[in-house]
T-cell receptor
């Protein structure tokens, strides 16, 4: 158990819709990162938030956005869903040090 | 830019045999190196990490890895595997900034 939770566990959406995924970090973890893991691939970095501000972004379009809240929870929002957005979405939190603690992920299916 | 190459997509091995999962990385700066394990339908669990110091790193579940700077490698080893070690293993690099780069993964399949 890493103390990081994600909801929902599974989600099915239709192309063009919008989705919000949620992550709850451990208390004191002021940094949260989101990753996309397509089937059979390694996780790809989407972005990172530090003290409620985005401070790094991977190669993902602006329709992927996020929020981080003072209570150590965060959200990943994806607009205009595409079929290729189907993946496992992982959040990971840390205190700013080297070790990240991953949640169990949300499996998103876009039809 | 950093990159990670896991040289084997699948590694089948018999129970109680030794195993090595290979990882090479590319970076122009110093890196932190990690190995994670992912069991089916679960998130990632940290096996071990190299930050600095001794190049032989010991992790959980009897795994160890050796950092080789000249060969830019960080291979994962276990002297005797169990059925329960069947999982996906990911090598990752981090420059201490915000972005962790993962390899494509190696599926370890332990056979009875």
């Amino acid at each position: 158990e890493t103390g990081v939770t994600q909801s929902p566990t599974h989600l099915i959406k239709t192309r063009g819709q919008q989705v919000t995924l949620r992550c709850s970090s451990q208390s004191g973890h002021n940094t949260v990162s989101w990753y996309q893991q397509a089937l059979g691939q390694g996780p790809q970095f989407i972005f990172q938030y530090y003290r409620e501000e985005e401070n790094g972004r991977g190669n993902f379009p602006p329709r992927f956005s996020g929020l981080q809240f003072p209570n150590y929870s965060s959200e990943l929002n994806v607009n205009a869903l595409e079929l290729d957005d189907s993946a496992l979405y992982l959040c990971a939190s840390r205190t700013g040090g080297d070790e990240q603690y991953f949640g169990p992920g949300t499996r998103l299916t876009v039809t | 830019a950093q990159s990670v190459t896991q040289l084997d997509s699948q590694v089948p091995v018999f129970e109680e045999a030794p195993v090595e999962l290979r990882c090479n990385y590319s970076s122009s700066v110093s890196v932190y190196l990690f190995w994670y394990v992912q069991y089916p339908n679960q998130g990632l669990q940290l096996l071990l990490k190299y930050l600095s110091g001794s190049t032989l790193v010991k992790g959980i579940n009897g795994f160890e890895a050796e950092f080789n700077k000249s060969q830019t490698s960080f291979h994962l080893r276990k002297p005797s595997v169990h059925i329960s070690d069947t999982a996906e293993y990911f090598c990752a690099v981090d420059t201490g900034g915000f972005k962790t780069i993962f390899g494509a993964g190696t599926r370890l399949f332990v056979k009875a």
